[in-house]
């Protein structure tokens, strides 16, 4: 199985501030076709998860543009360039690059 | 776009079953790969099966093979997940979701399905 990896696990912030969450995955997960099948979802309290990022680094509809994700080799990146009171929650990155579909461990981002 | 409803979770007896079923709205249904993906009280999010377009090709996580089984119902525009031998760490919401290019689109708000005696 390809193992992801996340961190930080917890993520205080200040808004207005930027901030970067880290996930890396146990082997490549460049498809034949070119793409990186790599998404970023968050989990609002209380509610169910919402995709952010998918392909590695296309942001989904309706997403604000303060959020992108890019992508090293194994490593990817998502960063909020302004982080809002909105945007509290747990982000996971999750790889569909075969099955079992596995997530990471979860970032919890705060407020300070 | 398309709204996903989950349902049929409960409280059940370890070694019971459940069937969960998760209904989808407008007419592309059967042109995607569905998931179950399922969240226990306080963790993360674990992928337990997918289903391709027409039912023929199933795949599941080690954790429920040969207890779980996924199938659909591309009149009825409805997918499913029947539980069986069902055991305490098999308590979680349990989400359905829509495969597009590798990334779940939609969810809808989960069921929860809890196994306790």
């Known amino acids: 199985d390809i193992v992801m990896t996340q961190s930080p696990l917890s993520l205080p912030v200040t808004p207005g501030e930027p901030a970067s969450i880290s996930c890396r995955s146990s082997?490549?997960?460049?498809?034949?076709?070119?793409?990186?099948?790599l998404a970023w979802y968050l989990q609002k309290p209380g509610q169910s998860p919402q995709v952010l990022i998918y392909l590695g680094s296309n942001r989904a509809s309706g997403v604000p543009d303060r959020f992108s994700g890019s992508v090293s080799g194994t490593d990817f990146t998502l960063k909020i360039s302004r982080v809002e009171a909105e945007d509290v929650g747990v982000y996971y990155c999750m790889q569909a690059l075969q099955t079992p579909y596995t997530f990471g461990q979860g970032t919890k981002l705060e407020i300070k | 776009e398309v709204q996903l409803v989950e349902s049929g979770g409960g409280l059940v007896q370890p070694g019971g079953s459940l069937r969960l079923s998760c209904a989808a709205s407008g007419s592309t249904f059967s042109s995607y790969w569905m998931h179950w993906v399922r969240q226990a009280p306080g963790k993360g999010l674990v992928w337990v099966s997918r289903i391709d377009t027409d039912g023929s090709t199933t795949n599941y996580a080690d954790s429920v093979k040969g207890r779980f089984t996924i199938s659909r119902d591309n009149a009825k525009n409805t997918l499913y997940l029947q539980m069986n031998s069902l055991r305490v760490e098999d308590t979680a919401v349990y989400f359905c979701?829509?495969?597009?290019?590798?990334?779940?689109?939609?969810w809808g708000q989960g069921t929860l399905v809890t196994v306790s005696s």
């Open positions: 979701g829509r495969d597009l290019s590798g990334r779940y689109d939609n």
């Open positions: 082997q490549s997960l460049l498809h034949s076709n070119g793409n990186i099948f």
